[in-house]
């Protein structure tokens, strides 16, 4: 067996080999790794000594906490594999040494208190798969050299102080799937070349201090399924590039993006969240989100549009029971409608049944109905339409608040539908077997 291995190796492997053959016996990890896990644990704090057995002679056979390691290499001795510290509430700083693993997979330090920059020799570790460096005090800008991992897989960030801009280096990473950068300070425009990572499904950059537009060229990222850029300073409007078909979650919101939902936000076969709420979008709110979308009875979709500059919906908004659209125009899927723009129609109170008392101004074109715990529906309110009657009257340019009183008994509000709404049901106020007072409205 040892000269097979000879027969593949050069002239100056087997010196070396040959060399460090007798001390192989004695020690099993190799030198390199055995220095540069000294000066890791020299950089590291330990206030509740778990890394206490990192004082033994060998860290391979002595089992170190948190190492694992590998012996499949030609020259003998063991190799540091993984590195995994997670929650053992370090604090010191990364050391430069670590970009000496070469055949380490896993680096993870996630949830310590590490602090600090990130060590630009980390983006030698060629080998590596998982960079996991989430939620510790790391601060400082992202090194250009970690655009060198070419086999992450999970790139990991999240929860830092990390600032600056995001390096275009990140650019040649064709296999990282998740990309964590959110909860940091990182700032500037998002490079449109991490357009080139056709394997990324999670994209998550929120809570930040990006600005600049939303590069079209996200639509490349055929993988994608969440992308997160909410909490930033993006401006400017909506790309009409169609995301990625395989997407679950938009989340865009807090941002200071205007314009028009694109038609291309709509259709999409497997999304479960969109979120758009507190921009200044503006112009008709589609009301096709739920088109083409595969909705099993486990699956919902909640579209949240609050706090934009909305001016009216396009067609009918009747989405299915498992679509919920919040708006300030419009909330369907609840239980509550507020506000939604009626016609300006002049009309006295009806002097019916009704008390006149149950008629109170809240402002022109709005109008809200409510319902109170107690009730129970087995139907959403519905309101969808610019010109809207009650009784058969249309609403008065003040338009009303309704609230039905709590503990009425009924099993179904009052729906209002259709291009010309009317409030269905008896015409009277003893509709649903409790006359309204005024404190009803």
Not at 106 to 117: A, D, E, P, V
Not at 416 to 425: A, C, K, P, Q, Y
Not at 432 to 440: D, G, I, Q, T, Y
Request: aromatic content about 6%; proline content about 7%.
């Amino acid at each position: 067996m040892e000269s097979l291995t000879f027969a593949f190796l050069g002239l100056d492997q087997l010196v070396e080999f040959e060399k460090n053959r007798g001390s192989a016996k004695n020690q099993c990890t190799d030198n390199g790794s055995m220095n540069a896990l000294k000066a890791v644990h020299r950089q590291l704090i330990d206030p509740l000594g778990r890394l206490k057995n990192w004082r033994k002679k060998d860290p391979c056979t002595s089992l170190w906490t948190g190492l694992f390691c590998t012996n499949t290499t030609y020259d003998g001795y063991y190799h540091v594999k993984e590195l995994r510290l997670l929650n053992m509430n370090l604090s010191g700083t990364l050391a430069p040494e670590l970009g000496q693993f070469k055949n380490m997979t896993i680096l993870n330090f996630m949830w310590n208190n590490i602090s600090g920059s990130i060590p630009k020799e980390i983006g030698s570790m060629t080998s590596l798969k998982l960079l996991l460096l989430s939620g510790n005090e790391i601060s400082g800008p992202l090194p250009d050299e970690l655009g060198n991992l070419s086999k992450l897989t999970k790139f990991q960030l999240d929860i830092n102080r990390i600032s600056g801009p995001i390096p275009k280096s990140f650019a040649y990473m064709p296999n990282v799937q998740h990309f964590h950068m959110n909860n940091n300070s990182i700032s500037g425009q998002i490079p449109p070349e991490l357009s080139n990572l056709p394997s990324l499904v999670h994209f998550l950059l929120d809570n930040n201090n990006l600005s600049g537009y939303l590069p079209p060229e996200l639509s490349m990222m055929k993988s994608l399924k969440i992308l997160d850029l909410s909490s930033n300073q993006l401006s400017g409007s909506i790309p009409t590039n169609k995301l990625s078909d395989n997407i679950t979650t938009i989340d865009l919101s807090k941002n200071k993006l205007d314009g028009p939902i694109p038609e291309s936000f709509t259709g999409f076969p497997k999304l479960q969240r969109l979120s758009l709420e507190n921009n200044s979008l503006n112009g008709t709110i589609p009301s096709t989100f739920w088109r083409n979308i595969f909705l099993s009875t486990e699956t919902k979709l909640s579209v949240n549009l609050q706090h934009n500059l909305f001016s009216n919906l396009s067609g009918s908004l009747y989405p299915p029971s498992n679509v919920t659209i919040i708006s300030s125009m419009v909330t369907t899927q609840a239980t509550c409608i507020k506000p939604l723009r009626v016609s300006s129609s002049i009309v006295d109170p009806p002097q019916n049944s009704l008390d006149h008392h149950a008629w109170k101004s809240l402002g022109h074109h709005a109008w809200q109905v409510t319902r109170p715990p107690c009730m129970e529906v087995t139907r959403p309110t519905c309101l969808a339409s610019h010109s809207a009657t009650m009784l058969g009257r249309p609403l008065d340019q003040h338009a009303w608040k309704v609230t039905w009183s709590p503990c009425m008994e009924s099993t179904r509000p009052p729906c209002l539908v259709g291009d010309s709404t009317t409030m269905h049901g008896n015409h009277s106020a003893n509709m649903l077997s409790k006359s309204l007072n005024h404190h009803a409205w």
